[in-house]
């Protein structure tokens, strides 16, 4: 049972970060101190406008404090927060990283800060073990659907289900994480108007998810299809995503043993109805001309396919086309120079 209310940081405040901070703040047991970047100005002039299938309508909302950058421990004299989530795209190919970024709020030499990492992906903890062996890290799989549709509008059309456990860290007893998941897990419930669960074992559920996140992230953000009409495209299953699901389900059980259900195809290809046309959060990103997460995505799952001799054909293909097109992103935004054309 949690006595005393605890101190949150959420780093990032978009489509599932606000989520985040609602379900906080509501059950009472946590007080949130949220960072955002693009839509800090509204939030802090306006607050969030949220439409919620959990939550409803909120107009106006805020979390207890609200900023515009990465709070720093020792130069702002604040004492360690309980638990520091990040909410942002995880990209690694792009700066900062997600060690840079949260370094400032992070303890050096205690692990009183208990680390969520609330992103998709594979092996997103591991850039954090050197840097910060001290720090227990959470592992949090969502299943929410929701999007920021306008800078601090959110809207979330599928209810928040999240899984929260502990990732391996070699330096730290597990039963701290794991106890430090069961509190985090009680402190996001309280308000009961999500389905978050302990899990305890988040590398089955993180490649559970790959199985969507490897395959339909990629192939509608290249298509321009919402999962609902790659389900009526002329071949598009058997031509493309069940070939992608099926090497996610054998790299998970050449790489780690990890065995995924029978049904496990079939049941992502339907998690959602067809007739709810859901854009996985990669197409949206790219529909708004953001980069895009296909490192931790697709890469690594692919990485570790390899490495462990497995052969992923489908997948090469997809990661290869989310590389160049996050060049051409790159292009976009100025990061690389083209030579001038002749
Ligand atoms: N949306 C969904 O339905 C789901 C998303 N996920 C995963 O959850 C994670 C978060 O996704 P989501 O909320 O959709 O992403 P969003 O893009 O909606 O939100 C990310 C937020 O982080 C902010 N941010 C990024 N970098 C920084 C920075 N350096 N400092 C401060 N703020 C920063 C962004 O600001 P800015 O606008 O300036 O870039 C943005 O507001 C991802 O890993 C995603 O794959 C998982 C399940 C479902
Ligand atoms: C599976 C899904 C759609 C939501 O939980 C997701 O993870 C995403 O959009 O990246």
């Known amino acids: 049972m949690i006595d005393d209310k ?10 599932v970060g606000a989520i985040a901070a609602v379900n906080l703040e509501t059950g009472g047991l946590a007080t949130v101190t949220i960072v955002l970047r693009s839509n800090y100005n509204v939030v802090q002039e ?17 979390p207890s404090v609200v900023r515009n950058t990465v709070p720093n421990l020792i130069e702002e004299d604040i004492p360690p927060y309980d638990y520091v989530i990040l909410c942002t795209k995880n ?14 709020a992070l303890p050096k030499n205690s692990n009183k800060t208990t680390l969520l990492l609330l992103q998709n992906g594979l092996n997103i903890e591991r850039p954090f073990l050197r840097p910060h062996p001290y720090v227990p890290i959470l592992s949090g799989i969502s299943m929410i659907g929701s999007a920021e549709s306008s800078p601090g509008h959110i809207v979330q059309d599928e209810g928040d289900k999240l899984l929260i456990g502990a990732f391996p860290t070699s330096n730290i007893n597990p039963a701290v994480p794991e106890r430090r998941a069961e509190q985090f897990v009680e402190m996001y419930g309280k308000a009961r108007k999500t389905d978050c669960k302990y899990s305890p074992d988040v590398l089955h559920d993180r490649w559970k998810k790959l199985v969507f996140n490897a395959c339909l992230n990629p192939i509608c953000a290249i298509t321009g299809l919402d999962d609902g009409r790659l389900r009526l495209a002329d ?16 790299a998970a059980r050449a790489v780690c043993g990890v065995q995924l259900a029978d049904d496990v195809v079939e049941a992502t290809i339907n998690v959602d109805p067809l007739e709810s046309y859901l854009k996985p959060s990669m197409q949206q990103d790219l529909d708004k001309g953001n980069f895009i997460e296909f490192e ?28 160049a097109i996050q060049w051409r992103i790159k292009e976009e935004r100025g990061l690389v120079e083209v030579p001038k054309k002749k």
């Not at 190919?93 to 400032?104: E, G, H, M, Q």
């Open 6 to 15: 605890k101190t949150v940081l959420i780093v990032g405040g978009g489509a």
């Open 91 to 104: 990209i690694p190919d792009i700066p900062p990283t997600a060690v840079d970024l949260v370094a400032p």
């Open 46 to 62: 306006k607050g969030y406008t949220i439409e919620s299938c959990d939550h409803g309508k909120l107009n106006g909302w805020r």
């Open 296 to 323: 931790n995505l697709l890469g690594e799952p692919l990485r570790e396919g390899r490495n462990a001799g497995f052969a992923m054909p489908t997948l090469e293909v997809l990661y290869q086309l989310a590389k």
């Open 235 to 250: 071949g598009a299953l058997d031509g493309l995503v069940r070939p992608a699901m099926w090497e996610i389900v054998g």
